[in-house]
Every structure is written in C-alpha cells, then in structure tokens.
C-alpha cells in the first residue's frame, strides 16, 4: 500500500514512555494525519499528494500498527492526550490536524483540549459524535473485510484497493487495529456523549469533509460536526464513500490545502 519509489522517513520518538512511530515527508506548513480505526497502511497516495505543499507526518496512533500499546488506556480522550504529547515533540505548534473516521474522533477531542497548538483543523468522515439519524456501522458485529468494503462507494472499488483476497499482512492490521478500537469505543460505540458539550469552545477553523455515499458514519454527523464548531466550513465530496483518503486522494489532499493556505 505504499508508493513504489520511497519519498519518506520513518522514526520513532517515546511519548509516556511508549514508543510511537511515525512517518514524514515534505516541506512546507507542518500538517499531521491520524489514521482510520483499520490502521495506518503506510505512505499511500493521499499522503504524498499533501507533501507536495506540507510537511507532512503520519504516526502510529499509539495501541496501532508499530507504535506501542498503552494498556491502560479506555477512551480516545485517552489516546487525544497522548498524541497532544506526540505534537509537543514532533510539530509543536501550528499544526494542520487531519483526523480520517476514528482518527477525526482523536483529532476533535485534542482540539477541545489544546486547540493553541492548532492552526487548523480537517475532519474527515469523523467519528466521535452520536449521530441524529441513522447508526454507526459496527465493525464489532461484521467481518472486517465486510465493514471495510462498506466505506468505499462500490465493491468494485474497494476490490481495486485490496484485490480479491486480501493480503495477509493487512489482515493481521486490521484485527490487530480492531482489538484496540474496541477497548477505546466498545461502548458507546464510536461516540462520546460529552464531546458535543465542549466543540463550542473550539474556535480553530475547521473543515468538514464526509463523501456522498458514507455507509459507515452517517451524514447526520457532518452536519452535526459543522453546527457545533462555531467555525466550521463542511464540504460533501459526491460520489465518495467513508474511505476518501484511499477513493479520492488528490481531491481530498486540494481541500486541504484550500483549507490551509498550503
């Protein structure tokens, strides 16, 4: 799932004594993005579109892929203050925070804690708030490959991604990144009822971008995301599904920069 010439680094930096690894490349504007609940499948096209106009790093959340487990850790609050100590090291202020599906979970809940360190904010397809309408899809309930092919706005596409059979390292991602999630956001599932209280302080300029054809977090919660951040710009990508970074990355990485200035 990587590009075919290597652009990037890899690196690792301890955070509450856990390891945390982390890949960068570009140069510009630092932007940081936190992956989907599936894990972090490397430098994948999206990322290499956004390091043409910002330094861009992508770690391991911790508890997923190479980065170390916190095993006392039960709520992405949790995991929010963790990567707020991962920024105070690797891009300490003036940040561009990407969250994709449960990362834009982390990356609202950071941003109700420490938004000063923030110069914007990208939610993409965030988890994170109870939806008004309609559910979450539960990836506890179904087989990963089902719930994964849920986000893409066809199988067809999603197939074109991870091929018919999909490769077994991706496999033991997903369940390894499943396991986490599930002690993060078993229940309520995917959501925390306080978060809405607290996203009217955060006055951080936000962009909210869902895809047209979401199956796995309701539309409901782009437009509750974009009415309780009080300023907060939403843009529906037609014909995209949850997984805009995989179906639509230069698309996605133009909003960005839009968004950033970059």
């Known amino acids: 799932m990587t590009t075919a ?10 955070v509450a004594g856990l390891g945390v690894r982390y890949l960068q490349a570009g140069d510009g504007p630092n932007v940081v993005v936190l992956h989907h609940s599936s894990g972090n499948l490397g430098w994948i096209p999206f990322y290499e579109a956004l390091s043409r106009n910002f330094t861009v790093t992508v770690p391991d959340l911790p508890g997923y892929g190479q980065s170390e487990r916190p095993v006392w850790a039960r709520e992405p609050r ?10 105070a090291k690797v891009a300490p ?8 599906g449960f990362g834009g979970f982390i990356a609202a809940e950071l941003a109700s804690m420490h938004q000063e360190r923030l110069a914007s904010l990208v939610l993409v397809g965030a988890a994170g708030l109870q939806p008004d309408e309609g559910e979450i899809l539960d990836q506890m309930l179904i087989d990963y490959a089902e719930y994964m092919s849920a986000g893409f706005r066809d199988e067809e596409h999603y197939r074109e991604m991870f091929g018919e059979e999909v490769a077994k390292e991706v496999r033991e991602l997903w369940d390894f990144s499943r396991e986490m999630t599930a002690r993060l956001s078993w229940k309520p599932y995917m959501f925390n009822r306080r978060l809405p209280q607290v996203l009217g302080e955060v006055g951080t300029p936000t962009l909210v971008v869902y895809g047209g054809e979401e199956r796995v977090i309701p539309l409901a ?22 997984y805009l970074d995989y179906e639509e990355p ?6 960005i920069a839009g968004h950033a200035g970059g």
């Open 250 to 255: 230069e698309a996605l990485a133009t909003l």
């Open 5 to 14: 010439e290597q652009t990037w680094t890899e690196s690792t930096t301890e």
């Open 93 to 100: 202020e003036d940040v561009v925070l990407v969250g994709l």
């Open 78 to 87: 949790d995991i929010a203050i963790l990567v707020d100590r991962f920024l």
């Open 221 to 242: 919660c782009a437009r509750q995301y974009a009415d309780l951040l009080p300023n907060a710009t939403l843009e529906i990508v037609e014909g995209a599904g949850h």
